[in-house]
């Protein structure tokens, strides 16, 4: 079956500490994302690629950085400069459509916190 | 910045209602409107997709309405049941550069009771 595959489901970070969380997709999809979400928010941008070995900012970059060498990946790192990585993360991944008829898919989370 | 509001936020009704969630958005310039779900934990699941060409999209018990000029959409659930409840978020996509970009309402959380 085609989809988004994030892991690990649950993550830990101990301060000062780098985590990398994965996402793959086999939907063979030219566009991917990662989405923060804390509770009771909705989703929010944090980076997106709509090509491999390109990908922009979203509006909380700071504190994390991507990569996009392969289509199906596109890992995201949380980095110790950012100070509130506790949140529920999202990928998801798409088809660029210049006639906007084409839906996001999500994988199913990685939930961070910090210790 | 496109801004996106959801409301209401929770939602609480007993099996068997017509529903009503309501999105409204600030820039009308979009590809499309996005209606999706999420249940507790989970990622988003896609349930209707309006292109800036449409008014309306339909499945099964679902049916999403846009309107551009005002800035709105709306996801009508009919004769509601206990599975659909969960969180509901709408999202705008705006084209061009910035193409496949999403801008999320906060969700309108539902709970339809027996």
């Known amino acids: 079956d085609g989809g988004i595959t994030q892991s690990p489901k649950y993550l830990f970070r101990k301060e000062g500490q780098n985590v990398t969380l994965s996402c793959e997709q086999n939907?063979?999809?030219?566009?991917m994302y990662w989405y923060r979400q804390d509770p009771g928010q909705g989703l929010r941008l944090i980076y997106y690629?709509?090509?491999?070995?390109?990908?922009q900012k979203g509006d909380i970059a700071e504190g994390y950085s991507v990569s996009r060498e392969k289509k199906e990946s596109f890992p995201l790192t949380v980095t110790s400069a950012q100070k509130n990585p506790t949140a529920f993360y999202l990928c998801?991944?798409?088809?660029?459509?210049?006639?906007?008829?084409?839906?996001?898919?999500f994988g199913d989370g990685t939930r961070l916190s910090i210790l | 910045k496109q801004e996106v509001t959801q409301i209401p936020a929770a939602l609480s009704v007993p099996e068997g209602e017509n529903l009503v969630l309501n999105c409204s958005f600030t820039?009308?310039?979009?590809?499309?409107l996005q209606w999706f779900r999420q249940d507790p934990g989970k990622g988003l699941t896609s349930l209707l997709l309006?292109?800036?060409?449409?008014r309306e999209q339909t499945s099964g018990r679902l049916n999403a309405s846009l309107d551009k000029s005002s800035g709105r959409s709306t996801l009508y659930i009919a004769a509601s049941q206990p599975g659909d409840s969960a969180t509901y978020l709408c999202?705008?996509?705006?084209?061009?550069?910035?193409?496949?970009?999403?801008?999320f309402g906060r969700g309108t959380q539902l709970t339809v009771w027996p």
């Open positions: 998801a991944s798409s088809t660029n459509s210049w006639t906007g008829d084409q839906p996001q898919h």
């Open positions: 939907l063979n999809h030219d566009a």
């Open positions: 690629s709509q090509i491999v070995n390109d990908f």
């Open positions: 820039d009308s310039a979009i590809y499309n």
């Open positions: 309006i292109q800036s060409s449409q």
């Open positions: 999202a705008a996509e705006k084209g061009g550069s910035t193409l496949g970009r999403l801008y």
